[in-house]
T-cell receptor, first 112, second 112 residues
Framework: GQSLEQPSEVTAVEGAIVQINCTYQ??????LSWYQQHDGGAPTFLSY????GLEETGRFSSFLSRSDSYGYLLLQELQMKDSASYFC?????????????FGTGTRLTVIP | EAGVAQSPRYKIIEKRQSVAFWCNPI?????LYWYQQILGQGPKLLIQ????????DSQLPKDRFSAERLKGVDSTLKIQPAKLEDSAVYLC??????????FGNGTRLTVT
């Protein structure tokens, strides 16, 4: 099966930098994804790491270390609109279907 | 491009009643997913279609849940009979295969 662990809540100040960690256990790892979800909204894709290292997309960066089964999402220059839930998700080939399994999410609150 | 369309947006039913949800994926997306998201948790995969064939339904409670994807486009998810624990948001997502998944706004089901 799969398991993912991430902090349940994080609070940070507007303009600051915040890092959301994710550790995972899976038998057929293909990649680690990050999704953002505002209250009442749909999850939206942020980033995907299949190989070790850092991927940067604007204010957001995502890191993966496959040997440590660990990744993180880094949000820079925080804005109030970044207040949302952030989910890490692993693509797992165990079932042969290459499905995406989500963690329980980290609720980020950005304060002025 | 138009996003993933889902209906209804909200549904309230009594336990033991039946309910159906509809999803229209993004045009050209061969892969369609149904996820269940209970409040405060991450999305949980129920079923994955590739075109009109089921790729993975290992987490679908088949005694009460059913899903179909007609002609490899629209999909319906049905619950019969509903239980209180089925109260959740039902998210439909589509992709060309792999990342990213594009989610609809979901159907919020309340079972009383």
């Amino acid at each position: 099966g799969q398991s993912l662990e991430q902090p349940s809540e994080v609070t940070a100040v507007e303009g600051a930098i915040v890092q959301i960690n994710c550790t995972y256990q899976t038998s057929g790892f293909y990649g680690l994804s990050w999704y953002q979800q505002h209250d009442g909204g749909a999850p939206t894709f942020l980033s995907y790491n299949a190989l070790d290292g850092l991927e940067e997309t604007g204010r957001f960066s995502s890191f993966l270390s496959r040997s440590d089964s660990y990744g993180y999402l880094l949000l820079q220059e925080l804005q109030m609109k970044d207040s949302a839930s952030y989910f890490c998700a692993v693509r797992d080939s165990q079932t042969g279907a290459n499905n995406l399994f989500f963690g329980t999410g980290t609720r980020l609150t950005v304060i002025p | 491009e138009a996003g993933v369309a889902q209906s209804p947006r909200y549904k309230i039913i009594e336990k033991r009643q039946s309910v159906a949800f509809w999803c229209n994926p993004i045009s050209g997306h061969a892969t369609l997913y149904w996820y269940q998201q209970i409040l405060g948790q991450g999305p949980k995969l129920l079923i994955q279609f590739q075109n009109n064939g089921v790729v993975d339904d290992s987490q679908l409670p088949k005694d009460r849940f059913s899903a179909e994807r007609l002609k490899g486009v629209d999909s319906t998810l049905k619950i019969q009979p509903a239980k209180l624990e089925d109260s959740a948001v039902y998210l439909c997502a589509s992709s060309r295969g792999g990342e990213p998944l594009h989610f609809g706004n979901g159907t919020r089901l309340t079972v009383t």
